[in-house]
């Protein structure tokens, strides 16, 4: 009965939190998706990061109570004080990376921070608020940063054993192309594009879990990847806006 009361209440605890931290990377996203021009496979792909949610669920929930600890301990700290202390833990994550990062990065971290402090604030008021931003809002961040909006008008294909041409009015996002190699083997391959507008574009290798592959530059259009185990690697195409036609050609050999 001791420990189901006692787990209660660090659930109690713990839900302003969450709150805090959902609120907070709910309204980061929002802003960074208006900055972005409303692009949501940039915004996917930039905010689609293990540490900046980390940074929000990790270090913002551990700030928050170690702020509370000290509220217990110093009876004399006040809300305004409390919140100077939200403040504070937004610059000092950029400390490590130099007095630039600390001005510039905190002052987002500082604010970051405050609307954490916010946001459990709210979570004490309303219960509507709490589970939205607790539960909902990370939900629908999750789905949104882990779908593909990669948008292709006019697009034709044609495929081969050994090549793929892409030829389009409109490119903005990724293509995947895969390619089977057994351990040991080294896939040679090239890209061609071919830019008719002005639009950004690129290209990486990634393997079976997502990991971006190291590339060895044979010439100008021409890279070379060894294959560490048996599986299906992927060149990823990448389009900006982009209007023209892309080639890739690529051999596996022992």
Avoid at 123 to 148: E, G, Q, S
Wanted: charged share 15%; with cysteine.
């Amino acid at each position: 009965m001791f420990l189901q009361k006692n787990i209660l209440n660090a659930i109690s605890y713990v839900k302003p939190k969450l709150t805090g931290a959902g609120f907070s990377l709910f309204i980061f996203f929002t802003v960074f998706f208006i900055a972005a021009d409303f692009d949501l496979y940039g915004v996917s792909k930039d905010l689609n990061s293990p540490f900046l949610w980390s940074i929000f669920y990790g270090y913002g929930i551990i700030c928050s109570i170690f702020i509370d600890l000290l509220a217990v301990k110093i009876p004399k700290i006040t809300g305004t004080i409390k919140i100077a202390f939200y403040v504070l833990a937004g610059y000092l994550i950029f400390l490590p990376f130099g007095w630039m990062m600390v001005i510039v990065g905190g002052t987002v971290g500082a604010l970051c921070s405050l609307v954490f402090y916010f946001g459990t604030y709210m979570a004490r008021k309303n219960a509507f608020f709490k589970y939205i931003f607790a539960i909902c809002a990370p939900f629908i961040l999750c789905i949104i940063l882990n779908t593909d909006f990669t948008v292709k008008k006019d697009w034709r294909e044609w495929k081969r054993n050994s090549s793929y041409i892409a030829l389009f009015d409109y490119f903005h996002g990724e293509h995947a192309i895969p390619i089977y190699a057994e351990k040991g083997q080294t896939i040679t391959f090239s890209v061609k594009i071919q830019n008719n507008n002005g639009g950004g574009h690129g290209f990486h290798v990634l393997n079976k879990d997502g990991d971006v592959v190291a590339m060895k530059e044979v010439d100008e259009s021409t890279y070379q990847i060894k294959a560490a185990e048996k599986s299906i690697y992927h060149i990823i195409v990448t389009g900006d806006k982009l209007k023209g036609s892309f080639t890739v050609t690529w051999d596996v050999n022992e």
